[in-house]
């Protein structure tokens, strides 16, 4: 489906970085406060940029600039940060409900078309961890970024 060039980039009608920056920021507490999140967003030794680098990605992924990409390596190298984890069916089904209750807390826009979509890229980014989530699981290289739009996920079809 082809993207309407009058319409801004879901990155633009959040409101840009600071928008993605305060989602991730929500996320994270949100994930933190969570009983079964906790362990896996609590652990010592984490990249201190977290947050940052989650704002960046789904920046990226929604329009934005490509920051993460530029400075934090492509698909594959945030894919394989998650490989082997095993079984993460409800960790996925908790993390997309902290991704909904950050919207609100990050206060992005209510609009029902743009929550819709928000919604949709979180449920398929999880199914994509977890494509990878088996132990064994390999990790091709080189995975393109993928590109949301209000019509959801980009192809170059």
Known sequence: MAVDPRRPTLFE????EAAFLALA????ALCLADPELNHPFS???GNPQH?????????EVMGGPPNYSSSCGDQSSLQQMHVGNGDMTDLGRR????????????????D???????RAYME???ADVLVY???????????????WSWNGLQTDN
């Not at 947050?51 to 920046?59: G, Q, V």
């Not at 029902?112 to 928000?118: G, I, S």
């Open 112 to 118: 029902p078309a743009f929550r819709a979509v928000l």
């Open 51 to 59: 947050i940052e680098r989650l704002a960046a990605y789904w920046a």
């Open 133 to 147: 989530s088996p132990q064994g699981a390999q990790v091709p290289t080189e995975l393109a970024m993928p590109h």
């Open 124 to 126: 398929w980014a999880v």
């Open 43 to 45: 652990h010592p030794g």
């Open 25 to 28: 920021n929500a996320h994270h």
């Open 13 to 16: 009608f959040a409101g840009g």
């Open 95 to 110: 993390f997309v409900a902290c991704f909904v209750k950050a919207a609100d807390d990050a206060g992005l826009p209510d």
